[in-house]
Each structure stands twice: as structure tokens, then as C-alpha cells.
């Protein structure tokens, strides 16, 4: 039995074991649901191992984003063995919508089967680490890894690709982060979301200051080696995420955070056990954060001293880094909620979700109303709608796979799986400093798609078309162009 095949038969075995609680567990209680936690945390632990024997690298997006799943999706059960689940955010004590144990219980085997699905669909698209050494120093083996233009041209290219997008993006960024503070300033958080909603060309300045941080990112990977300039972009990103943070905006935070670990470690420079030790405390108090955050992020006229004195008030009742992952964890019950509607109050859509992501393509310039996009495919809408919610309860890909095709769904997280190892098996050390072009849309994939794992399809189409086509299109055309006149001056 070769490396492979051992992980596909150990997935195997998980799918095995979920299917029996499926068959033979028919009356659930606690026990049940401790018991599938603990089958969840053995998968994670699993899947990431997995990973890390097969790539040779374990601080790649690919981990990133199943440990996001996890927690969103199936947090509150990985708690469930210890009794950590926060009350005030179980989803058994929902005062919202009565879930049952039994609810909950199909929602646990539901997505421990489909994020199984997803990574056997990941080790589908694996090459054993050896081989991905290999391809690494013989790039031209493997056309993936292939560049299709000079190391040196590449960075042109990204570099001016760069400072375009700054240009045009810096000043809306800017009147948009300004308006922002002064909203949540006066009423909290949630006035953001309660704006007058722009459609179309009305709504330029949010499209162009959405480009600031990729091209800060973009600047960041052209300038790697540059210690001055390195730090400097480092420090603006360091910036935006404590930005973000103190307006109450966590998600966006987090991940940023996150890309900034991948980069440094991918590219600037392999992080040592000790620095890992570190990474591994600050994330630790940085989750803590965020529970504190959610306390106070709806209060107006708050400042920094606010989120410090709330703390105590925290850990007077619960650990911070239990709160926080019951509050993650939460984001389970858009699937529990879809399985209750769906099919017994409405039907499966058979893959129209998907289809409608795909004409988010078109910009609204006025054909419609509300874009077929926005009106069939944002789910977490549509969830609210149906639920009649004041707030927006997210979504996640699990949730949209089922409501689309059924259990039947892990047909389509087997095929999701193995497009993310296929983009994100790229990402290792060596690799990433020999194809930055490569680096930088995985990394921007990463930056914009990771917010799926409690967002729609959505989320991912709109990703890869207004942002990783204008880049790698800039920098070929830029490119080509430096190419031909270096051409014709020799």
C-alpha cells in the first residue's frame, strides 16, 4: 500500500464510521453528540495530518481553510466532548429556532461526511512530497508549477500591477474606512449595515477601494526581499487589521492575519519552532479577542480602554476562547436550518445557486433591479428571509451543497476538494520563490475566497473574476510587453 492509497483508506474508514451513526443511531442525545465531536476532532486531526504527509508543508492555505470549516462549521461540536460549549451561544438553547438533538445530530453527520468528501477529493489532486520536491527544482515537469515568463519579469509585472491598483484604490479605501469608524463611532457596528445600498456604478467607490489591500499584497510579494519595504507594507496590513478589529469587524481581520502568516512563511522566510511557539500564543490571545470584541462592537462612542475593561467581564463568566469558538461554531445552524426547510417547505435547487453565482460576472449597469445573483444565490439572504431574522445568519458551503443536491451533495464537495488542492498545492516554500506570480493568486484566492467557509458560492466567483483575472492579465500584458521590447533591444 502505497502513501496515498493509506490516506484514501483511513478517509474510508471515517465514512464508514459517520454512516453507522447514520444507520443506528436513531433516538440522539448528548452522548451522541459528544461522541460525533470527538469523531470530528480525530477527522481534523486527520485531515491536516494528511495533508502535511503528503505536501511536506502544513502552514499552506489548503490548512488554513479546512481548520476555518471546522470551526465554522462544526465548532460547537468539537466542544461538545469537554462540556465548553457556551450557553448563551448553544445551538440547543437557540431561542431563535428550537433545534433538537436530533437536529443537531444530522447536521454533525451531514458535515463530517461532506467535508470527508472534500478532502478525499483533495488527496485526489496530491503528489507524493517527494515528488512535489522534485517538480519544485524541475519546474518545467510540471505545468502547473510551469512559469510562463522569467522570474525577474514576473516581479516587474506584479510590481506594476502593484501601484496601479494603489493608485486608483487608495483614496476611496480610505473615505470608506473614515466613514466607517465615524458610523460605528456614533451608532455601533451594525449601523454599517443598515447604509443606503448602492447598485451598479453608484457604488464605484466601494468596487475600486476593495483593490487596496490586494494591492498592498501585490507590493508585499514584488518587494520581499527589500527589508525597508517589506516592513513597511507588513505595517500597513498590521494596521488595517487592528483597524478592522476595533471597528468589529472579525472575520475580515482574522483572515488577513492569517495571509500575513502564509506569506512570511511561504515566501519572506520559513518560521522556526520557537517562532511557531510564538504564532501559536498570539493566535490564542488574538481568538480570546475576539469573544471580547463581539461584546462590545455594538456599543457607540467606545474606545480602545472599552475592549480591555470588558474583558474581565468576559472571563467572569466564561473562557474567551470558548466563547469564541461556541460563537464560530454557531455558523452550524444555516445548515440545521436549511435541513429543516429543505425539502419538506422548499424544494432543492439542483445546482442553480451555482449557476447564478456565475452571472455575477455581468455588472448590474442597470438591466435589473436586484441582480439574479444577489436575488437567487446570496443564501444568507434567502435564510433570513425565510427565517424572518433581524440580522444576517451567513451561509456556508456545506449548507449550499445540501441545498442544492441532497445528500448527494458530497458529489460536488469531492470535485471542490480537489479544485482547492489543485490551487493550493503550489504553496510551499520553494515553490513560492521561484513562481511569484503563482504565489500572489493563491494568496489573493485565499485573502478573498476564505470567508466562503460561512459565505455562498458567491463569494468565490466574484473573487477569481474581478480580482485574480485583473491581476494575472496585468502582469502578463506587462510581461509580454517588457519581453518584446528586451527582444528587439538585443
Known amino acids: 500500500m502505497n502513501k496515498r492509497s493509506f490516506h484514501f483508506f483511513v478517509a474510508f474508514i471515517f465514512l464508514i464510521v459517520i454512516s453507522l451513526g447514520w444507520l443506528f443511531c436513531q433516538r440522539p442525545g448528548m452522548p451522541a453528540l459528544k461522541t460525533m465531536g470527538s469523531i470530528g476532532l480525530l477527522q481534523l ?29 462544526f465548532g460547537q461540536s468539537l466542544l461538545y466532548p469537554f462540556d465548553l460549549v457556551s450557553p448563551q451561544r ?69 510590481k506594476l500591477v502593484g501601484w496601479g491598483l494603489f493608485a486608483i484604490s487608495f483614496l476611496p479605501f480610505f473615505v470608506k474606512s473614515f466613514t466607517e469608524y465615524g458610523v460605528v463611532k456614533s451608532y455601533g457596528y451594525g449601523a454599517i449595515y443598515e447604509q443606503e445600498v448602492h447598485i451598479g456604478l453608484a457604488n464605484i467607490n466601494y468596487i475600486l477601494s476593495s483593490y487596496f489591500i ?27 487589521i487592528i483597524f478592522t478589529l476595533f471597528i468589529g469587524g472579525r472575520t475580515q481581520a482574522v483572515i488577513l492575519a492569517s495571509v500575513v502568516l502564509l506569506v512570511q512563511h511561504n515566501l519572506i522566510r520559513p518560521l522556526k519552532w520557537k517562532e511557531l511557539l510564538f504564532v501559536g500564543l498570539s493566535a490564542y490571545l488574538f481568538l480570546g479577542l475576539l469573544s471580547v470584541i463581539s461584546e462590545v462592537r455594538s456599543n457607540s462612542h467606545r474606545t480602545f480602554s472599552d475592549y480591555f475593561s470588558n474583558t474581565g467581564e468576559v472571563q467572569r463568566f466564561t473562557s474567551p476562547i470558548t466563547e469564541t469558538f461556541s460563537e464560530m461554531g454557531s455558523s452550524m445552524m444555516p ?20 449557476f447564478y453565482s456565475l452571472t455575477t460576472i455581468i455588472p448590474n449597469l442597470g438591466f435589473w433591479d436586484i441582480h439574479p445573483g444577489k436575488e437567487y444565490a446570496t443564501l444568507g439572504d434567502w435564510l433570513q428571509r425565510e427565517l424572518q431574522l433581524g440580522y444576517g445568519p451567513g451561509y456556508s458551503i456545506v449548507a449550499e451543497a445540501y441545498l ?52 455562498s458560492f458567491i463569494a468565490i466567483v466574484r473573487t477569481v473574476f474581478y480580482y485574480l483575472l485583473v491581476v494575472y492579465a496585468g502582469v502578463t500584458i506587462l510581461n509580454r510587453h517588457k519581453s518584446k521590447t528586451a527582444s528587439k533591444l538585443q
Not at 485526489?124 to 510551469?146: D, G, I, T
Not at 507590493?219 to 507594507?233: D, G, I, N, P, Q
Not at 426547510?341 to 451555482?354: K, N
Not at 441532497?406 to 471542490?416: D, H, N, Q, T
Open 45 to 73: 486531526a486527520f485531515t491536516c495530518w494528511s495533508w502535511k504527509r503528503l505536501q511536506g508543508n502544513m502552514i499552506n492555505p489548503y490548512c488554513l481553510f479546512v481548520v476555518a470549516a471546522y470551526l465554522f462549521t
Open 90 to 158: 448553544d445551538l440547543l438553547n437557540s431561542y431563535v429556532l428550537p433545534f433538537s438533538f436530533q437536529d443537531i445530530f444530522n447536521s454533525q453527520l451531514l458535515t463530517l461526511l461532506f467535508l470527508n468528501f472534500m478532502h478525499i477529493g483533495a488527496i485526489c489532486a496530491l503528489k507524493p512530497a517527494s515528488q512535489v520536491s522534485l517538480n519544485s527544482e524541475h519546474p518545467v515537469s510540471s505545468a502547473l508549477e510551469r512559469p510562463p515568463i522569467s522570474h525577474f519579469h514576473q516581479l516587474y509585472g506584479i
Open 214 to 240: 490586494p494591492s498592498i499584497l501585490c507590493l508585499l510579494v514584488a518587494y520581499h526581499t527589500s527589508r525597508r519595504a517589506k516592513f513597511f507594507f507588513l505595517g500597513i496590513l498590521l494596521l488595517d
Open 335 to 354: 445548515l440545521a436550518a436549511t435541513m429543516q426547510l429543505v425539502p419538506q417547505v422548499r424544494s432543492h435547487r439542483y445546482g442553480s445557486t451555482f
Open 404 to 455: 442544492n443536491f441532497g445528500i448527494f451533495g458530497f458529489f460536488f464537495m469531492l470535485l471542490y476538494g480537489f479544485v482547492l488542492a489543485r490551487i493550493f498545492r503550489s504553496i510551499t516554500p520553494e515553490i513560492s520563490k521561484n513562481h511569484p506570480l503563482q504565489f500572489l493568486l493563491v494568496i489573493l484566492f485565499c485573502q478573498l475566497g476564505l470567508a466562503t467557509v460561512r459565505n
